[in-house]
Each structure stands twice: as structure tokens, then as C-alpha cells.
């Protein structure tokens, strides 16, 4: 269906609109006082609805019920209250148009120059937990269509969907009236919160609401050609919504320009407090991420440094002292060279041992659930080293994805849990012990942050060898070497995929590696096994990969 059409010669030019008239409705109260005693002293005619009308009141200040406005009183619990002709012919009236003028006129109808909307708090509903009827009941209806209708009238009326915008307001009426290019602005703004609101209920319901039929074996439409278009866990749609946070200097080189956006509620890197040191960098951002991603592969205080989003060394503590700073030391002990201007993560409190570990290293960032007051104030002393501190409630994402021309691949993420060792299949040398099986857990864990193709040697809980990014594996089987030497005998070792030849093997192996865990599936298998049997080295296979790309 298309919309009305007009002539063009038919709209008045109209930039500077003077505020006589507002309509107040929000859910967020934050400044709401302080904006409703701004608009009184100019003379505003405030309308209001609900808990918004009842603050303004308890202020002293005039406000006017939309009930008294449209004649029909709040109903169905307040699922009905500006859903009314009254209310968005007000909000829709374009006064370019004289017929439109003429039309409210004879209506007796006074328009809105502003508007002032934000929406029922759903994401931090569910956030908490709610679920059911209770989160429904947060689904705003009478809200996005105010904020909607405004924006779209933005040549008439200023809509507000953020406390934050309240000043522009305050100083608007101070100038005589909000300008066409604000108008546009605060539209733009508008029309990407309820963007933003209704992905977040689109989301909820694909993961809570199941499509009727979607798993049901006997509908008839469901095929093998559409089951997978209909699994529970992948909706039809996929929407990414996230606001402004900060301009970055650049992107990956000075020439890209770059900015971080954060989710509403989300609980991650994004959302990491900076404590000190000079502004995160796009790379930062990235390493730090894969950072995080390798240090809370462990239950065990653990540390990861990365370079270029590739681990230089991952490590959990050992002995009695220090855990944090244990763990630093010997996951720094893996590669020394590599590790300067590197990113660490740390999984628990970053202590004063850990960062006197530190100090004395070139370091871009240091992550951490926290920072012991005296670690904080040592590692302050270096100018331009960044500090972060996760969010409490850090959590990892569940779902990840990445752009490509043209569209997003979304997958879930590699869930290291899923890989019990005690599933694993012995295929070469005895059983390990409980040492060299922890090794071997530990490698498979750890090898899951390095990108493909990726070979990591372990020994007690560190790694010694990291080979990554090669396009063959036999060329990441000599990287772990020669970044191990003397290190890489009696270690073990963790393939990310399958040894498609025995080569890459056999390198490990002469260097003294005594056991090995890879997925299997090579149609070569019976080879690569024959390698290890040939020396009387220990291999498993776990029947699943780690591919990070």
C-alpha cells in the first residue's frame, strides 16, 4: 500500500517551530522534573499520561491527563492510553500543508511541537529474569507508535526519545524553537530506538516463543529441505542493534575510520570499565576479546597474553604462592619475544605479584575481573598502559557472527565443555596418566583460541609452542617447534582438525612430543596413527574440532 501523496508546491517552508505544546510520556523518569519545570516556564502546555503525569503533578507543576484530552479515560490496565485520533492527528497534523492546518482547526484539535517518549523497559525485564505474561506485558504498543509517529512528522514536531537530549530541549526553548536539522536529528535517533526495541522483542520471542508446527513430526510441510530452516534454535531472522559508544581514532590502520557500539545490557568486553591509560585502539578491542576468550576457558586462575588475536601463551597457575602471578609467568615464559606490546587477560583479581610480573613488560592492555588497590596503583605509573575491569557480570556470548558481502554467518559459539576427555577414543600408545592427560585437556582447551591452522604444545599446565594461522599443518607443526625448542620434548600437543598426512605428526613427534589429541577423520587416519604407534606415542581422538577462523 502507498502512502498519501502531495503536491510539493502545496508545503510551506517552515524551519524554526516554536513550542507551545508537549506530549510527555516516558518510562525512564530520569531529568523528567527538571525538563517538565523548563517547558512550564516557558509556558508549555504539558500533557502527560500515567506515572509521567503523576511525577510532573507532585512537582507543582500544571499537567494536563491525555484522558482529559481525548475524552476516554486510561483503560485495559494502561494498555490503552494514547491510542486515540485525538492524540496522533496532533502528532501527524503536517502544518506545511494548509489543509492540514485547516482540518485540525475544524476538529478543534491543537497540535504537538514536541514530543517526549521512551519505551517500557523490556530488555532490562528480561534481563532480569522475567518471563511469560510478565514479559509480554513490557512489549510497549501505544509508545513506538507516538515515537514513529513524530519522527515521521519530524518537519512539525521534536521527538525525544533519551534524557540525555533534555538540555538541546531546554536550550531549543530558550532560542524560540527547535530547527529543522535538530528535528531531523532527534527523528533519526528515534526511529533507531524503536528499531532497536522491536529486535529486542523479535529476539525474545524466537528464543521463547516456539513457531507452531516448527517441531512437530507430523506437519507435512516439514521436510528435510526446510528443517533446517525451522530448527528451534535458528530463527528467520537475524537483527543487530547496538548504540554509539565512542569514536576510535582509527580502524585497523590510521586510513579506517572506527567506532565502538555497544548492546543494551550486554555484559562483555564492550562493557569493560577502563581505569587507566591511554584510549582503546580497534586492535585493542580485538585482542583484548581474544584475550578474554582464552583466559575463561579455565575454572583454574589462568592467564592469557595474545598478539594480533593469536595466543603467545596461555597458562594456569601452579605451586603455592601467587596464582595470577604464577600463571602470568609461565604462560610469558612460552614466548618472551612474541609478547611484547601484547594484551593480557587475567581470570581472577589481578594481584600486586602479578603486576609487579607485569610492570616491567611492554603491555598495550591488561584485562581483569578486578584489580588489587596496590596492583592498580603499580601498573597506573605506566602512562600509557591500558586497565580494564569486566563488568560484574561478565558473561560470553552464546551466539557469534561475522560479516561478510552481502550478509552475516551466525553461528553459535565453540563451547569447549561439550569435550569431555573421558569421551575421547584412544587410538595409539597406552592410556595416559592423570598428569599427561590433564596436559592433554588442558592443550585442547587451550588450542581452541588459536586461529586455524593451529597446533599448540602444552607441558604442566602451560603452553611452550604455539603454531598458527599456517595454511598447511605442517608448517604450524614446525612453527610449535621452533617456538618451543628445547621445550617441545615431553611435551604434548593439541591439533585444532584432523592431520590430513602423517608429516605434520611426524615433525611433533621428532621433536620429542609424547602425546597428542586431534579430532580424527582424515581419510589417512590409519596413517597418522601408524606414525604415533611407530613410536610409542599416546593419541587421541575426540571426534570433534576446534576451528577458529
Known sequence: MSGPTHDPALYRPRDVVEITRALVSVSDKTGLVELASALAAAGVEIVSTGGSAAAIAAAGLPVTEVGDVTGYPESLDGRVRTLHPVIHSGLLADLRLESHENELASQGIAPFQLVVSNLYPFVATIAAGVTGDAAIEQIDIGGPAMVRASAKNHANVAIVTSPSSYPQIVDALAAG???????????????????????????????????????????????????????????????????????????????????????????????????????????????????????????????????????????????????????????????????????????RTLTLAAAESIVGIFTEVVVAPDFEPAALELLSTKKNLRLLKLPADFARETIEFKQISGGLLVQSVDNYDAFDSSAWTLVAGEEADDATRADLEFAWRSVRSVKSNAILLANDGASVGVGMGQVNRVDSCELAVSRAGDRADGSVAASDAFFPFADGLEVLLAAGVRAVVQPGGSIRDEDV??????VGATMYFTGERHFFH
Request: glycine fraction near 6%.
Open 177 to 347: 524553537g527547535t530547527t529543522l536539522d535538530q528535528r531531523r536529528a532527534l527523528a533519526s535517533e528515534a526511529f533507531a530506538h524503536t528499531a532497536a526495541y522491536d529486535a529486542a522483542v523479535a529476539s525474545w520471542f524466537a528464543e521463547n516463543v516456539a513457531p507452531a508446527g516448527a517441531s512437530d513430526p507430523s506437519n507435512p510441510s516439514t521436510s528435510s529441505e526446510t528443517a533446517a530452516a525451522e530448527h528451534s534454535e535458528v530463527a528467520d531472522t537475524f537483527t543487530v542493534t547496538a548504540d554509539l559508544k565512542n569514536v576510535l581514532r582509527y580502524g585497523e590502520n590510521s586510513h579506517q575510520t572506527a567506532a565502538l557500539y555497544v548492546k543494551e545490557n550486554g555484559t562483555g568486553i564492550a562493557q569493560a570499565e577502563q581505569l587507566h591509560g591511554k584510549e582503546m585502539s580497534y586492535n585493542n578491542f580485538v585482542d583484548a576479546d581474544a584475550a578474554v576468550r582464552a583466559a575463561w576457558d579455565f575454572d583454574e586462575p589462568a592467564v592469557a597474553i595474545i598478539k594480533h588475536a593469536n595466543p603467545c601463551g596461555i597458562a594456569v597457575a601452579r605451586g603455592s604462592g601467587d596464582a595470577i602471578a604464577s600463571a602470568h609467568k609461565r604462560a610469558h615464559e612460552c614466548d618472551p619475544l612474541s609478547a611484547f606490546g601484547g594484551v593480557i587477560a587475567a581470570n
Open 529 to 534: 596413527i601408524a606414525a604415533a604407534k611407530k
